[in-house]
């Protein structure tokens, strides 16, 4: 399942998660858009991980705990620390990401 951020508080589901998974993203980007069921489908295959979509525009603090530059950007946080971060509108790159921090 794929919560929305409803406050700028992205660091503190960080600290209290094992594993989650980003996807930044913002609602004029088409993108984002394009991206979010294949998202939702990695969500539903990795129920142990959290999933979480951030409007980059709304939550700056949140956008800051990733190197987001561009739309949309998926990034990996495990055990409270950043991992990896990729800017796709490909799944398959999406998919190599989230396998980084699920896979044990």
Known sequence: MVKELEKDNLSEI???????????????????RLMKPKFKKL???NEDAT???????????????????????FATFKNGDFVNQVQTNKFDPLKDLVNEVTSN
């Open 14 to 32: 960080v600290e209290s998660n094992d594993t989650v998974v980003v996807q930044y993203m913002a609602g004029w980007c088409g993108n984002c």
């Open 43 to 45: 969500a539903s295959e």
């Open 51 to 73: 999933f979480l979509m951030v409007d980059a525009e709304k939550y700056p603090e949140s956008r800051k705990l990733a190197k987001v530059d561009n739309l949309p950007t």
